[in-house]
C-alpha cells in the first residue's frame, strides 16, 4: 500500500534528518511511529478498561494463588 502525505519543507527536512540519524529509511521511521502510537493508544484503553473493572471489584490474587489455580 502506497499513502501519501503532505508535508511543510521544513517538517520534510526534519522527519529526513531524524532518520538518517537513526539509520533509517523515512518509510520505517513513519511506519515504526505510527504503529507505535497505535499500540500506546490500545494499551492505555485496555488499561483504563481494566483499571474500571478492578475498581467495581478490587479482588487481587499472588502468584502462588494463580499458580494453583492453573495447575503450574
Same mark, same amino acid.
Request: charged share 35%.
Given at each position: 500500500?502506497?499513502? !501519501?502525505?503532505?508535508? @511543510?519543507?521544513?517538517? #520534510?527536512?526534519?522527519?529526513k534528518t +531524524?532518520?538518517?540519524? %537513526? $539509520?533509517?529509511? =523515512? !518509510?520505517?521511521?513513519?511506519?515504526? @511511529? =505510527? ?6 493508544? +490500545?494499551?492505555l484503553e @485496555? /488499561? !483504563? $478498561?481494566?483499571?474500571?473493572?478492578y475498581k $467495581? %471489584?478490587?479482588?487481587? /490474587? #499472588?502468584?502462588?494463588? =494463580?499458580? $494453583?489455580?492453573?495447575?503450574?
Amino acid at each position: 500500500m502506497t499513502i !501519501s502525505l503532505r508535508l @511543510s519543507d521544513e517538517d #520534510s527536512t526534519l522527519i529526513k534528518t +531524524y532518520a538518517e540519524m %537513526n $539509520k533509517m529509511t =523515512v !518509510s520505517e521511521l513513519l511506519r515504526e @511511529s =505510527v504503529i507505535e502510537r497505535i499500540e500506546n493508544e +490500545y494499551d492505555l484503553e @485496555s /488499561f !483504563s $478498561k481494566a483499571m474500571a473493572e478492578y475498581k $467495581k %471489584n478490587p479482588v487481587t /490474587f #499472588s502468584l502462588d494463588d =494463580v499458580e $494453583k489455580e492453573l495447575g503450574l
